[in-house]
């Protein structure tokens, strides 16, 4: 469904995302049951760019929605129904498991083809546990083919008038666990027809429409991305490969650890370091929501910020292996990665922090320099700052880390991160 008549704006913070910071990231549009209590939300593209394809719009709304906010502050605790077309989904059906079946209800544009492809593809849906709801449904020969797999049919009783309404309601209902949507509900006389008709589902201007999720689109790396998206595609990856590419961009860091904090994957440890969250996610639920990022559109912050970012990584990697051990090694680069979230997301720290999940020692080292690793992040900001006199010094003897050793630590994360991004710039 695509609606097209004026919007009203969302006052609320998404996320943390100031509005001052951006515009509409997507649209809602309530649905109720026959009670008038709220079922969920219809999402929209509100994209600023009006060449986005099919299936841009589609990864845009999937991507704004679960990944740069989480999709409780979108739909809350109730049901989100996500458009696609007939040529999009045998192309997005790989990318699908990132979302959450029980949460996510699969709607089928009216304009859809009806093939044998197409028939395959919702069973298999369907198997996966989604909702499969037809948008704007007319019965005729073709549309038909599809019911017995619907749980959903909306009708656009505007469109439809009233006659028209009436006979599709009756030719449909008696369908063994087939809900029937009300679509296109603009005013109080549509309403009650629909209503003494036996509407299960009810969506229109009549109860709301579409209002605006504001905030700020957060940007990835475009090498990393891509140079991601061609190891995922190696059968012969390996994890250690997939997390050193991983970590040289901090926003898909932290777009990672957001898919692993949705409320479908029912974390309940805390994330040590990004090879944790892609242990938890798997390669094949990367890959596709890899994927949805790069059908939605890239862009980047100055490299200098990344080059910050990533000195402080191998310096915060380096300092916990020699104070703990390789093994927690991991635990120090993905400190030092995070360090400048805020500067990447333009958000406070406050606010991205909490939504990450990560242990309390991580927590406490970024929300506010406490604890051992907040003493370590500290030391590694100082010395890539140049401030010496601020390194506690009483500290590092404690650990048998001399001031020669701190600077070669230095130099080795500089040369690090300047052939690390050189390497990224000529792929």
């Given at each position: 469904m695509n609606e097209d008549a004026p919007i009203k704006e969302q006052d609320s913070d998404i996320s943390g995302h100031s509005r001052e910071y951006g515009g509409a990231l997507l649209a809602r549009q309530p649905i109720f049951n026959n009670k008038q209590a709220l079922l969920g939300y219809e999402l929209l593209c509100r994209s600023a760019d009006k060449t986005l394809s099919n299936a841009q719009a589609t990864a845009d709304v999937i991507?704004?929605?679960?990944?740069?906010?989480?999709?409780?502050?979108?739909?809350?605790?109730?049901?989100?129904?996500i458009n696609f077309s007939s040529d999009l989904l045998p192309v997005l059906l790989?990318?699908?498991s990132p979302l959450p079946p029980r949460r996510v209800?699969?709607?089928?544009?009216?304009?859809?083809?009806?093939?044998?492809?197409l028939i395959t593809t919702i069973k298999l849906l369907k198997d996966m546990g989604y909702q499969i709801a037809l948008d704007d449904f007319q019965i005729?020969?073709?549309?038909?083919?599809?019911?017995?797999?619907?749980?959903?049919?909306?009708?656009?009783?505007?469109?439809?008038?009233?006659l028209m309404t009436v006979d599709h309601f009756e030719k449909l209902s008696n369908i063994n666990?087939?809900?029937?949507?009300?679509?296109?509900?603009?005013?109080?006389?549509?309403?009650?027809?629909?209503?003494?008709?036996?509407?299960?589902?009810?969506?229109?201007?009549?109860?709301?429409?579409?209002?605006?999720i504001n905030g700020r689109r957060i940007k990835e790396n475009k090498q990393v991305l891509l140079r991601l998206m061609g190891m995922l595609n190696n059968p012969d990856v390996v994890v250690d490969e997939i997390e050193q590419t991983l970590t040289l961009d901090p926003v898909l860091s932290f777009k990672i650890l957001r898919l692993v904090n949705s409320a479908s994957m029912g974390l309940s440890n805390r994330v040590e370091s990004i090879r944790h969250a892609i242990t938890i996610i798997g390669l094949?639920?990367?890959?596709?929501?890899?994927?949805?990022?790069?059908?939605?559109?890239?862009?980047?912050?100055?490299?200098?910020?990344?080059?910050?970012?990533?000195?402080?990584?191998?310096?915060?990697?380096?300092?916990?292996?020699?104070?703990?051990?390789?093994?927690?090694?991991r635990n120090g680069f993905c400190l030092g990665l995070f360090a400048l979230l805020d500067a990447f997301l333009d958000v406070p720290m406050e606010t991205i922090v909490p939504n990450l999940s990560l242990s309390h020692?991580?927590?406490?080292?970024?929300?506010?320099?406490?604890?051992?690793?907040?003493?370590?992040?500290?030391?590694?900001?100082?010395?890539?700052?140049?401030?010496?006199?601020?390194?506690?010094?009483?500290?590092?003897?404690?650990?048998?880390?001399?001031?020669?050793?701190?600077?070669?630590?230095?130099?080795?994360?500089?040369?690090?991160?300047?052939?690390?991004?050189?390497?990224?710039?000529?792929?």
């Open positions: 991507v704004n929605a679960f990944s740069e906010m989480r999709i409780q502050d979108v739909v809350g605790e109730k049901l989100c129904f790989p990318v699908l209800v699969i709607e089928i544009l009216e304009f859809t083809q009806v093939d044998d492809e005729n020969s073709e549309a038909i083919k599809l019911l017995p797999y619907a749980d959903i049919v909306k009708l656009d009783v505007l469109a439809l008038g009233q666990g087939l809900k029937l949507l009300a679509e296109k509900v603009e005013d109080h006389e549509t309403y009650n027809y629909c209503l003494d008709l036996g509407f299960d589902y009810f969506q229109g201007y009549f109860f709301a429409k579409p209002d605006l094949e639920r990367l890959r596709s929501w890899l994927m949805l990022v790069a059908l939605a559109s890239l862009s980047d912050k100055p490299e200098a910020l990344s080059l910050k970012a990533l000195e402080y990584a191998k310096m915060c990697e380096r300092l916990v292996e020699k104070i703990h051990g390789a093994e927690h090694a020692s991580l927590t406490q080292a970024l929300m506010g320099r406490q604890g051992e690793y907040g003493m370590l992040l500290a030391i590694a900001e100082a010395l890539g700052e140049g401030r010496w006199d601020d390194i506690n010094e009483a500290y590092l003897n404690a650990q048998d880390i001399s001031l020669d050793q701190l600077m070669h630590i230095k130099l080795e994360a500089e040369y690090w991160s300047e052939q690390t991004l050189e390497t990224l710039s000529q792929l």
